[in-house]
């Protein structure tokens, strides 16, 4: 027979080399805990940088194309002097919105435009995440540091997208920050890109997203989790606020539109860019809650205080703004926005992860409320800025004061709760183990007064028998006296202690008296011997002595008592040791099978 070779692997269409078996650990480094591996056994992985290339190309090309087909929307429909004459002139609109999209501010004649809607940003930041979850899948991210790797593949070749794009958005009237579009370009990616490579690696590992908080210690996933709270807790407000206000002066957001006659796609685009700048009227409305309020414009001001204004834009979501003068008090309840904030995060924190110095949990409550003030401060700087020139150049809230009096008042009433919270759940605690042990007691009370009552129903006889009195017993009875029994714990079994006598143990107990009374008269055997020894030594010393056999004690040798005294208790206690039954702290155990009773001499 000839023969028979290994099968050879199939080589990758993309090189030469083959393909390493699935599961297989490169050497030198550590693998991650991923679980299998999602990839076919035929499809070798893309290499990284040149995969986040393309997905970052992918993701700006995709959000281009969106942006372009809504400006060419507005062209037609507008008049050509406002997005230009030419299709190039929309070129450079859409790239502007795509730049904006990003958060990147530009220059205009005058000013400067810093006041971007938030909600542009879920275009790119979706795209940029499923470009990451495409990244994940066409590479081979086995160990921790790879995801990192495929994040920074991914934001590199997109920041330098989007600083092309901005020299590209540039004309005499606009021109966007190059520095901005590349810092914004490569924060945007790398967060987005790299929640989408974790996101695949994770479902293709089969690992539960709850895993994640896993990592982090208990105390900093605690201190999390109440700053998501208290932060939800005031952006919720904040929508509260601004709903509420824009509903009771419908009426005049829609005289505005009507007097703007934008027609049915003027008005579906107005609808989209009111509908953009949504997040920032929240962040204004929690800016408000807070209590430092919000500008718009130059010398204007909307707080609790009191309300500001001049000539306002003509946005129909401009309505929502109160009329100058004292604010609307149904608007004052939302003062107590804060404070229920810090009671909510100050009571997550230290619920899961309470600390065992009671005097430590308000620091760890007032820090909360400091991470909730940084969270507020940067979104009240991403929600204003300038709207061009004069009047309008300050829009917004201050972003230090939004930061600062939220770490204030979300600090001090998250620190009271801590501290209750953290109090009650050692309270709680204490109550709980002292009940438990309560209730420990009276089922070992309830069980050992069943387990009397049961004995006493089976015998007749009182539940619990008469204490054993302690001293010497009668002679003659037949038992050992009670000097002979180590005084320990009684370890007889239950029916004994509790006076049960079935016929069973009836006949146990009469067999262990009788055995009793046997060995108590084998030792009364073994003294009278001891006895008749020691008086024999008498007579033989007497008569050695010349004197007497009833010579008196002096008379008598002593030192031959000892010995013969002791051979004659080994003798008895061979004699006992012989015996089947042991005796083991004063209760007697019989050896297995019948036995023969002997009476007592």
Same mark, same amino acid.
């Given at each position: 027979?000839?023969?028979?070779?290994?099968?050879?692997?199939?080589?990758?269409?993309?090189?030469p080399?083959?393909?390493?078996?699935?599961?297989?650990?490169?050497?030198?480094r &550590?693998?991650?805990?991923?679980?299998?591996?999602p990839?076919?056994?035929?499809?070798?992985?893309?290499?990284?940088?040149t995969?986040?290339?393309?997905?970052?190309?992918?993701?700006?090309?995709?959000?281009?194309?969106?942006?372009?087909?809504?400006?060419?929307?507005?062209?037609?429909?507008?008049?050509?002097?406002?997005?230009?004459?030419?299709?190039?002139?929309?070129?450079?609109?859409?790239?502007?919105?795509?730049?904006?999209?990003?958060?990147?501010g530009?220059?205009?004649?005058g000013?400067?435009?810093?006041?971007?809607?938030?909600?542009?940003?879920?275009?790119?930041?979706?795209? #940029?995440?499923?470009?990451?979850?495409?990244?994940?899948?066409? $590479?081979?991210?086995?160990?921790?540091?790879?995801?990192?790797?495929?994040? #920074?593949?991914?934001?590199?070749?997109?920041?330098?997208? +989007?600083?092309?794009?901005?020299?590209?958005?540039?004309?005499? *009237?606009?021109?966007?920050?190059?520095?901005?579009?590349?810092?914004?370009?490569?924060?945007?990616?790398?967060?987005?890109?790299?929640?989408?490579?974790?996101?695949?690696?994770?479902?293709?590992?089969d690992?539960?997203?709850?895993?994640?908080?896993?990592?982090?210690?208990?105390?900093?996933?605690?201190?999390?989790?109440?700053?998501?709270?208290?932060?939800?807790?005031?952006?919720? *407000?904040?929508?509260?606020?601004?709903?509420?206000?824009?509903?009771?002066?419908?009426?005049?957001?829609?005289?505005?539109?009507?007097?703007?006659s934008?027609?049915?796609?003027?008005?579906?685009l107005?609808?989209?860019?009111?509908?953009?700048?949504?997040?920032?009227?929240?962040?204004?409305?929690? +800016?408000?809650?807070?209590?430092?309020?919000?500008?718009?414009?130059?010398?204007?001001?909307?707080?609790?205080?009191g309300?500001?204004?001049?000539?306002?834009?003509?946005?129909?979501?401009?309505?929502? #703004?109160?009329?100058?003068?004292?604010?609307?008090?149904?608007?004052?309840?939302?003062?107590?926005?804060?404070?229920?904030?810090?009671?909510?995060g100050?009571?997550?924190?230290?619920?899961?992860?309470?600390?065992?110095?009671?005097?430590?949990?308000?620091?760890?409550?007032f820090? $909360?409320?400091?991470?909730?003030?940084?969270?507020?401060?940067?979104?009240?700087q991403?929600?204003?800025?300038?709207?061009?020139?004069?009047?309008?150049?300050?829009?917004?809230?201050?972003?230090?004061?939004?930061?600062?009096?939220?770490?204030?008042?979300?600090?001090?009433?998250?620190?009271?709760?801590?501290?209750?919270?953290?109090?009650?759940?050692?309270?709680?605690?204490?109550?709980?183990?002292?009940?438990?042990?309560?209730?420990?007691?009276?089922?070992?009370?309830?069980?050992?007064?069943?387990? &009397?009552?049961?004995?006493?129903?089976?015998?007749?006889?009182?539940?619990s028998?008469?204490?054993?009195?302690?001293?010497?017993?009668?002679?003659?009875?037949?038992?050992?006296?009670?000097?002979?029994?180590? +005084?320990?714990?009684?370890?007889?079994?239950?029916?004994?202690?509790?006076?049960?006598?079935?016929?069973?143990?009836?006949?146990?107990?009469?067999?262990?008296?009788?055995?009793?009374?046997?060995?108590?008269?084998?030792?009364?055997?073994?003294?009278?011997?001891?006895a008749?020894?020691?008086?024999?030594?008498?007579?033989?010393?007497?008569?050695?002595?010349?004197?007497?056999?009833?010579?008196?004690?002096?008379?008598?040798?002593?030192?031959?008592?000892?010995?013969?005294r002791?051979?004659?208790?080994?003798?008895?206690?061979?004699?006992?040791?012989?015996?089947?039954?042991?005796?083991?702290?004063?209760?007697?155990?019989?050896?297995?099978?019948?036995?023969?009773t002997?009476e007592?001499?």
């Open positions: 027979m000839g023969r028979v070779s290994a099968p050879t692997r199939p080589t990758s269409s993309r090189g080399a083959a393909k390493k078996p699935a599961g297989a650990k490169p050497r030198g &550590r693998p991650l805990p991923l679980g299998r591996d990839r076919p056994p035929g499809d070798a992985p893309r290499p990284l940088y995969a986040g290339g393309i997905a970052a190309a992918w993701a700006a090309a995709i959000g281009l194309a969106v942006l372009m087909t809504i400006a060419l929307i507005g062209w037609v429909a507008a008049p050509h002097a406002t997005f230009g004459e030419d299709i190039g002139d929309v070129f450079q609109v859409a790239v502007q919105g795509w730049l904006v999209g990003h958060q990147v530009f220059e205009i004649p000013g400067h435009v810093g006041m971007l809607p938030l909600g542009l940003v879920v275009l790119p930041g979706m795209l #940029l995440y499923r470009s990451g979850r495409w990244l994940a899948r066409s $590479c081979e991210p086995t160990e921790r540091h790879h995801l990192v790797h495929a994040a #920074l593949a991914l934001a590199g070749p997109y920041a330098a997208i +989007s600083g092309t794009l901005a020299l590209l958005g540039q004309n005499d *009237t606009v021109r966007p920050g190059m520095f901005q579009a590349l810092l914004a370009g490569f924060l945007l990616a790398f967060i987005a890109g790299g929640l989408g490579v974790l996101r695949q690696v994770l479902k293709d590992r690992i539960a997203r709850r895993r994640l908080l896993h990592v982090l210690s208990p105390r900093v996933r605690a201190l999390l989790l109440g700053t998501i709270g208290a932060t939800a807790t005031l952006l919720l *407000t904040g929508t509260l606020l601004f709903l509420t206000a824009l509903i009771l002066n419908m009426g005049d957001a829609i005289a505005l539109t009507r007097a703007l934008p027609g049915i796609i003027g008005g579906t107005l609808i989209v860019l009111q509908a953009l700048y949504l997040p920032n009227a929240v962040i204004f409305g929690a +800016s408000y809650a807070v209590g430092p309020g919000f500008a718009v414009g130059a010398d204007t001001m909307v707080a609790p205080t309300v500001a204004l001049g000539p306002l834009p003509q946005l129909p979501m401009l309505a929502a #703004l109160p009329d100058n003068g004292p604010a609307p008090v149904l608007s004052l309840a939302a003062l107590a926005a804060p404070f229920l904030a810090g009671a909510i100050g009571a997550l924190t230290l619920r899961r992860a309470p600390t065992q110095v009671n005097e430590a949990a308000p620091m760890w409550g820090a $909360c409320g400091a991470a909730t003030g940084l969270v507020c401060a940067a979104l009240a991403l929600a204003g800025g300038p709207v061009g020139a004069q009047r309008l150049a300050d829009v917004g809230p201050s972003a230090w004061q939004v930061g600062l009096v939220t770490a204030l008042e979300v600090g001090l009433s998250a620190a009271v709760v801590a501290w209750l919270a953290n109090w009650w759940h050692f309270r709680t605690a204490r109550r709980a183990a002292a009940a438990e042990a309560k209730a420990a007691r009276a089922a070992e009370a309830e069980a050992a007064a069943a387990e &009397r009552a049961e004995a006493g129903v089976e015998d007749g006889e009182p539940a028998p008469a204490p054993r009195k302690r001293g010497k017993r009668g002679a003659g009875t037949g038992e050992r006296p009670l000097a002979d029994v180590v +005084s320990l714990p009684d370890r007889r079994p239950v029916a004994e202690r509790t006076g049960a006598t079935s016929s069973r143990a009836k006949a146990a107990a009469a067999k262990a008296e009788a055995k009793a009374e046997a060995k108590a008269a084998a030792e009364a055997d073994a003294a009278a011997e001891s008749a020894v020691e008086d024999t030594a008498a007579e033989d010393a007497g008569t050695e002595g010349g004197g007497a056999p009833g010579g008196t004690a002096a008379a008598r040798p002593r030192r031959r008592w000892w010995p013969r002791r051979r004659a208790e080994q003798a008895a206690e061979e004699s006992h040791n012989r015996d089947d039954d042991v005796e083991l702290f004063g209760i007697t155990y019989e050896a297995d099978g019948p036995q023969d002997e007592p001499r």
